[in-house]
């Protein structure tokens, strides 16, 4: 096998990590998503997220890993749509946000008054 063959076999063999990784990756950000929309008691509309930037970063042990956002919607009421977000790092979830019914109807309570 000559080094150019070697090359490419190493980028595909790398494109074909990446790809079922992040299949992975966004397997376990629709688990969050529709766990976090459960306890908040909204609905998880769509039951998908979409995938909205990678990046390196590094986690709480110094590890570079990949860092990856998806958004996703849901509704309290079924006749309104809200964005929520989840961002994992690895296959660690550090952050999902639901608040976005919270807030809005927060202000909504202060343009009342």
Request: net charge neutral.
């Amino acid at each position: 096998m000559t080094f150019a063959e070697l090359s490419a076999a190493l980028v595909l063999a790398g494109l074909v990590w990446f790809w079922f990784d992040s299949l992975k990756a966004r397997e376990a950000g629709i688990e969050a998503a529709r766990r976090a929309c459960l306890r908040e008691g909204v609905q998880f509309l769509d039951e998908t997220v979409v995938g909205r930037g990678v990046r390196f970063a590094r986690n709480e042990q110094g590890h570079a890993v990949l860092r990856r956002a998806f958004e996703f919607e849901y509704s309290p009421s079924g006749d309104d749509r809200y964005p929520g977000a989840v961002v994992l790092e690895g296959r660690d979830v550090v952050l999902v946000d639901v608040s976005a019914h919270r807030l809005a109807r927060r202000a909504t309570v202060i343009d009342l008054r």
